[in-house]
């Protein structure tokens, strides 16, 4: 059975590739093209330079493009932030927000990772759903592309986007890492590879893993406490894998970002706000 792979979770390389193992003569520079019109520019206007039409062809017989749908859209007028409910073709639901910058007419998408959650940190809504599947790479990489069209329709542009909705981006880690390419590449996104932050509650083999590997993607390790005791009880993830093995991570990171590291803290009441957490987080 012949495997269709989705257009919006490819890479050139990989598309061409995936057309030439299923006996269509494609070349890399048919596929850049290909890719460019459809993901870089919302597939409007006419190509200059079109493929063939045995790529086209191709194209048709063994690559999916089924898009997603938009099943809602959310404004906040307090803030101007937009919120997006997709439905995917078997019916899983995701969210992406689009997050106006300081600069006007400049915004970052919010993206989600996974279908549900299985960290079950105590303060967010998702952990309660539980983990219904991950998302796949062209999932994410067609709802940038959804908020980013209707952006740019407005007279917007996308600047960035953050793997920080809902589920934990490191547990799907070679979908995100596949998604953030294409976000980044010339013919997809057309994103800064700096300007794409990927959040996580503390796997620290991914952690490592994403060192070793060198992304120029920035990471932001959600800590949310800095006291072992508490982190476990906001955080179950925590239990297995202690403060001091997170910290770790965080500096082999560090030292090989050569930049700062982003420290996200869900402040909440009663909770992670008070002298010992400041002491606690400056011996870290």
């Not at 390389?13 to 993901?39: F, M, P, T």
């Not at 639901?93 to 993206?111: D, M, N, Q, Y």
Request: some cysteine; charged content about 25%; proline content about 5%.
């Amino acid at each position: 059975m012949d495997t269709r792979a989705h257009l919006f979770g490819m890479m050139p390389d990989q598309l061409a590739a995936h057309l030439r193992a299923r006996g269509v003569d494609a070349s890399d520079a048919e596929a850049r093209r290909y890719l460019g019109h459809v993901i870089s520019r919302g597939g409007e206007g006419v190509m200059s330079r079109p493929p063939s039409k045995r790529f086209l062809a191709g194209v048709e017989a063994h690559v999916d493009r089924a898009p997603l749908e938009i099943v809602e859209r959310v404004t906040d007028p307090s803030d101007g932030f937009v919120k997006y409910l997709f439905r995917s073709p078997d019916g899983a639901l995701s969210e992406a927000v689009r997050i106006p910058l300081e600069k006007p007419g400049c915004f970052t998408v919010c993206l989600s990772s996974q279908v549900g959650c299985a960290m079950q940190c105590v303060f967010c809504a998702t952990g309660r759903l539980g983990l219904t599947r991950h998302l796949e790479a062209w999932e994410m990489v067609a709802a940038f592309s959804a908020v980013r069209d209707e952006a740019a329709e407005a007279g917007g542009r996308v600047t960035g986007a953050v793997f920080m909705g809902q589920g934990e981006p490191l547990h799907n880690y070679d979908a995100v890492i596949q998604a953030a390419k294409v976000l980044s590449h010339p013919c997809g996104g057309r994103i800064k590879q700096e300007s794409i932050r990927i959040s996580t509650v503390g796997l620290v083999p991914q952690i490592r893993r994403f060192a070793r590997e060198g992304h120029r993607f920035r990471l932001v390790i959600s800590l949310s406490s800095a006291v072992a005791d508490r982190r476990r009880r906001l955080l179950p993830v925590a239990g297995r894998f202690p403060l001091e093995e997170v910290a770790d991570a965080i500096r082999e990171y560090a030292a090989v970002a050569q930049g700062r590291v982003t420290i996200a803290w869900v402040l909440m009441g009663g909770e992670n706000h008070d002298a010992e957490e400041a002491r606690a987080l400056a011996a870290l």
